[in-house]
């Protein structure tokens, strides 16, 4: 799960690499109401509330969150005409999650937002289907043997790579299984973070007074609680994997580097013309 929930999150820096993801933001106003009717049925008055209190979240990540990922690419651009250390790209994924980080807190905000809209059956149905996904992803990434888990991340990071640099050498795939085999496996701190936190939540959501303000604080105070474990393991995979993409782009031809630099300005362009969109387009 590591590399995984790593890849995601550093593919909102490729968030418009293509036409199909490029598409899928602009329809973001219809994603997330189905995203939200994966856990919870919405009636048609609640979906309608919904997409209306989304357009500020909107407004927000297309106006400023958006302008974080072209600084981004403009450091990496930069960056390409030198040999990259693990540390600039430990550097870039930092700023990364931060803006991860900053898109879930204000998702977070409007869930809440909208929670008071929910019946009391409709809570008890969202709190289910979180457990149920919670028993989902121990059945998925537990019940791997440790063969499995390095097999799986190494494929993780290889498809990510290949997206950037195009077809891989047999030494890039190498290097990127060595550091697949360094991993600490994070998928059962993961999951027993991701536990604690629903045993946290579910409390809240049966919605007494100031229920709002206590799931904020809860999400605040999360990541400070979270166990040394946790934060051990996935700082020491944050900076294996650093090491990998640093050493693996360092082994780039000059025509992976070309196509890199091609990924880079299609989707700086796709990035600002999003940017520019007018509020009613």
């Known amino acids: 799960m590591a590399v995984k929930k790593l890849v995601q999150i550093l593919l909102i820096c490729c968030l418009v690499a ?37 357009q500020p979240f909107l407004a927000w990540h ?8 072209v600084e981004i690419l403009d450091e990496i651009e930069m960056a390409m005409d030198s040999p990259v250390t693990g540390a600039q790209v430990r550097a870039w994924i930092d700023e990364i999650v931060s803006a991860a980080e900053r898109t879930e807190f204000s998702m977070v905000q409007l869930g809440l937002e909208f929670g008071d ?15 149920e996904r919670q028993r989902d992803f121990e059945e998925e990434y537990l019940e791997r043997t440790d063969e499995e888990y390095v097999e799986d991340n190494a494929d993780e990071l290889a498809n990510f790579l290949r997206k950037l640099l195009g077809k891989l050498s047999g030494d890039q795939k190498d290097r990127l299984l060595s550091a697949a085999q360094s991993l600490c496996r994070f998928d059962k701190p993961w999951l027993d973070d991701s536990e604690e936190w629903l045993r946290e939540l579910e409390p809240l959501l049966k919605r007494d007074s100031g229920w709002q303000s206590a799931v904020e604080a809860a999400f605040l105070a999360r990541k400070s609680n979270r166990s040394p474990e946790f934060r051990e ?7 294996v994997i650093s090491e990998a ?16 630099r091609n990924e880079i300005a ?16």
């Open 266 to 281: 299609d989707l700086r362009t796709r990035l600002q013309k999003l940017i520019d969109r007018a509020p009613e387009a």
């Open 18 to 54: 293509g036409c199909t993801v490029s598409f899928t933001y602009n329809q973001l106003d219809w994603l997330i109401p189905w995203y939200v009717e994966s856990y919870v049925d919405l009636t048609k008055d609640q979906k309608r509330s919904l997409k209306e209190q989304l």
């Open 233 to 239: 393991c996935l700082d020491r995979n944050y900076t």
């Open 62 to 69: 297309r106006e400023e969150e958006l302008r974080s990922y």
């Open 117 to 131: 809209q929910l019946s009391d059956a409709q809570m008890q149905e969202f709190v289910d289907s979180l457990w």
């Open 245 to 260: 993409i640093a050493d693996v782009e360092n082994q780039a031809t000059d025509r992976q580097k070309e196509h890199l």
